[in-house]
């Protein structure tokens, strides 16, 4: 059976992403260097490899510290927490941005609210019970 494992998208600094994604939650699930290609892969999810749970696999490339163009393709990633508020506050307090406060969605009653991560890609949450 097949199973989807992760989502790549390339950063900046890699530490500076690292902090914004612990501060949804996530931790550092493995990591490898790879020094004749000159860059690094930083697995990061909920669950240590628990079977069904998606990562997000941040690719820094060794000097490449100017950015990348982000595209009109990708919208965003979506992340369930329990409370949406306490979220946002957590990732302004971490001195991240916030670019749609927590509140229903339109023509809805799901709360949602929309952070960016230090390279522009934008994350949504979603309220969801734990």
Not at 81 to 110: D, H
Not at 111 to 123: H, Q, R
Request: aromatic share 10%.
């Amino acid at each position: 059976m097949a199973s989807f494992l992760h989502t790549m998208v390339r950063v900046r600094n890699l530490e500076k992403s690292l902090a914004f994604y612990k501060l949804l939650g996530m931790h550092e699930l493995r990591r490898k260097d790879v020094p004749e290609g000159r860059y690094t892969l930083v697995f990061i999810g909920y669950a240590d490899n628990a079977a069904g749970q998606a990562e997000i696999e941040l690719t820094y490339n060794w000097g490449k510290d100017d950015g990348y163009e982000l595209g009109t393709g990708f919208g965003h990633f979506a992340v369930g927490v329990p409370n949406v508020a306490e979220m946002v506050e957590r990732v302004r307090a971490g001195g991240g941005k916030v670019t749609r406060e927590a509140g229903p969605v339109k023509f809805g009653t799901t709360v949602i609210a929309f952070v960016e991560d230090p390279d522009g890609y934008k994350v949504e949450l979603i309220e969801r019970a734990e």
